[in-house]
């Protein structure tokens, strides 16, 4: 009984020690702040492959903030009861703004990242990865004081009509979808773009080994070698895909074209 309450102490102390990041002289391309009250979840996936190895070379760089840091009572109390009533509660003005105050920057765009903001694409991502760097807050509970958004012309940036816990799994996706458009993190540079959305299209099928899969073949166009015919046949795919898939992308698509 002793050890398993040591080990689950042990445990509870790993998960709340701040993440190391790499340390590294090269100065980075790109830099993510992120303001979360949850800084051991960072850098979760990206620091493995390509993104992790990125972070290592500092390629990119990112600054994880704990946001509690930033209270202003002995309780580290970060978040208060709505006004007006009603459920929930609701990070409060003064403590973010003392956060975002204190690490941003005056050539980073300031995101925070919630379901009623501007749908994220990859036109926005582009802009994100244009800049030194980016800072992001996550929020929790309800939301943020609205008067902090207002006062600190906060971007708003939403992944998708869903709702998520915390904006640190949204943080991560954009941090993601941005790092692997730096010089470097991804070795054939030709394959950003030709994927989904670089066009105004989804991106067409993939085949590999081997030739003939529980009776599906590889298109013939593809084993042919012809690289003009191989080029039309993917062009039309993604035209078809996205006509069918994604009408809104399609039409978008046909009007860039007038």
């Avoid at 600190?152 to 992944?159: A, F």
Wanted: proline share 6%; hydrophobic share 35%.
């Amino acid at each position: 009984m002793i050890v398993r309450l040591s080990a689950m102490i042990l445990n509870r102390q790993q998960i709340q020690k701040k993440p190391e990041m790499p340390q590294t002289d090269k100065k980075p391309v790109w830099t993510a702040q992120i303001l979360t009250l949850f800084p051991e979840i960072f850098p979760g996936p990206l620091g493995a492959s390509l993104a992790g190895k990125a972070l290592d070379k500092g390629l990119w760089a990112m600054n994880v903030v704990q946001i509690r840091d930033y209270a202003l009572d002995k309780h580290r109390k970060v978040d208060d009861t709505p006004a007006g009533g009603g459920p929930g509660m609701v990070m409060r003005a003064d403590v973010l703004a003392a956060a975002i105050d204190d690490v941003s920057k005056d050539d980073y765009p300031l995101v925070y990242l919630s379901p009623r903001g501007k749908r994220l694409d990859q036109e926005l991502i582009r802009e994100f990865a244009s800049k030194k760097g980016i800072t992001l807050l996550c929020g929790r509970f309800e939301g943020v004081d609205e008067r902090v958004l207002k006062s600190r012309n906060i971007r708003e940036v939403s992944l998708g009509d869903f709702i998520l816990s915390g904006g640190e799994l949204a943080a991560l996706a954009l941090m993601d979808a941005v790092v692997r458009t730096i010089p470097g993190v991804i070795g054939d540079t030709d394959t950003l773009t030709e994927e989904s959305f670089e066009s105004g299209l989804l991106e067409y099928p993939h085949y590999t080994r081997p030739k003939v899969w529980e009776g599906q073949e590889i298109p013939e166009v593809l084993q042919s070698g012809h690289h003009g015919k191989i080029k039309q046949w993917r062009q039309k795919q993604s035209e078809k895909l996205t006509e069918e898939r994604r009408p809104d992308l399609w039409n978008q698509y046909l009007n860039q074209k007038k």
